[in-house]
């Protein structure tokens, strides 16, 4: 069993900066893909970054000029770095989880999802 906490969320200005960080608990598999999503009011949840325990990861193209994710294994953490952020990035951000490798272009739900934290940037 995968549990996933995120935590960093906040109110900040616009043109501000946020580092949203995902803890996983209890036991992992060696190869898995982590990710970020968010859901903004009245629209669907769309998936932003994955990284997977090779290394690899990607970003959309929507945010990757602002948003970097990286993941640091030893610690179990998986961090979502947020720059000039702007109104429109205002949603729930939820860390998600799949048991093995998966592209950001891939439909498969994730195995695992974290709880969300609350993301408002004030214009």
């Known amino acids: 069993q995968v549990q996933l906490v995120e935590s960093g969320g906040g109110l900040v200005q616009t043109g501000g900066s946020l580092r949203l960080t995902c803890t996983v608990s209890?036991?992992?598999?060696?190869?898995?893909?982590m990710g970020w999503y968010r859901q903004a009011p009245g629209k669907q949840r769309e998936l932003l970054s994955v990284?997977?325990?090779?290394?690899?990861?990607e970003t959309h193209g929507s945010v990757q000029d602002r948003f970097t994710v990286s993941r640091n294994d030893a610690e179990k953490t998986m961090y979502l770095q947020m720059n000039n952020l702007k109104p429109e990035d205002t949603a729930v951000y939820y860390c998600?989880?799949?048991?093995?490798?998966?592209?950001?272009?891939?439909?498969?739900?994730?195995?695992?999802w974290g709880q969300g934290t609350q993301v408002t940037v004030s214009s």
């Open positions: 209890q036991s992992t598999f060696t190869r898995n893909t």
């Open positions: 990284v997977n325990s090779g290394g690899t990861r």
């Open positions: 998600a989880y799949w048991l093995g490798y998966r592209r950001l272009i891939s439909n498969n739900s994730p195995d695992y």
